[in-house]
Antibody
Framework: QVQLVESGGGVVQPGRSLRLSCAASGFTFSSYAMHWVRQAPGKGLEWVAVISYDGGDKYYADSVKGRFTISRDNYEKTVYLQMNSLRAEDTAVYYC?????????????WGKGTTVTVFS | QSALTQPASVSGSPGQSITISCTGTSSDIGGYNYVSWYQQHPGRAPKLMIYDVTKRPSGVSNRFSGSKSDNTASLTISGLQAEDEADYYCSSYTSSSTLVFGGGTKLTVL
């Protein structure tokens, strides 16, 4: 079945870096855009970034632009989120989500999330 | 990009209908028919319920329906059931080629 599994979360100090991974299975990964969405404790959803099916287009939320980088490896069926210069406000559960098609900004499959805590 | 505006909470009794509103601007909801709605139960990942304002993914009950007028989108749930109790989020594509979510609405089934 279609599945997304995130990993790489943890506790990190402010200013440090972390890389999240999302392994996909059960669908033709190379045909779909992929998103990262986060949810701070007790708060709502916040869209973070999207990457097109071939990696040629990437878009970011203003809150992470210049600090986070989304990338993908279609051979490994994995999407990544490199997070640099982390801040306390980046503390959240980070979800990986599959786009309904190619950059439609509709997320039809979600992973269970990985938790990032930025704490000094 | 500011979050879309949703009521913090709504409630209804089993069998009733409720509507959740989602207000944006001409740069997001008003400019595109790319509004989606997500349901999230506590401790779970979100689930897509409505996309492109009115469309339902396969497997989603026809008790869920969406609409839009100008800068405001709405989600209506008819024949409320206990399992509908959850948080609901709207989202919209924006003119900056990004996505914006609403603040979320907690639905309580009385």
């Amino acid at each position: 079945q279609v599945q997304l599994v995130e990993s790489g979360g943890g506790v990190v100090q402010p200013g440090r870096s972390l890389r999240l991974s999302c392994a996909a299975s059960g669908f033709t990964f190379s045909s779909y855009a992929m998103h990262w969405v986060r949810q701070a404790p007790g708060k709502g959803l916040e869209w973070v970034a999207v990457i097109s099916y071939d990696g040629g287009d990437k878009y970011y939320a203003d809150s992470v632009k210049g600090r986070f980088t989304i990338s993908r490896d279609n051979y490994e069926k994995t999407v990544y989120l490199q997070m640099n210069s982390l801040r306390a406000e980046d503390t959240a559960v980070y979800y990986c989500a599959k786009d309904y098609d190619q950059l439609l900004f509709i997320m039809d499959v979600w992973g269970k999330g990985t938790t990032v805590t930025v704490f000094s | 990009q500011s979050a879309l505006t949703q009521p913090a909470s709504v409630s209804g009794s089993p069998g009733q209908s409720i509507t959740i509103s989602c207000t944006g601007t001409s740069s997001d909801i008003g400019g595109y028919n790319y509004v989606s709605w997500y349901q999230q139960h506590p401790g779970r990942a979100p689930k897509l319920m409505i996309y492109d304002v009115t469309k339902r993914p396969s497997g989603v009950s026809n008790r869920f329906s969406g609409s839009k007028s100008d800068n405001t989108a709405s989600l209506t749930i008819s024949g409320l059931q206990a399992e509908d109790e959850a948080d609901y989020y709207c989202s919209s594509y924006t003119s900056s080629s990004t996505l914006v979510f609403g603040g979320g609405t907690k639905l309580t089934v009385l």
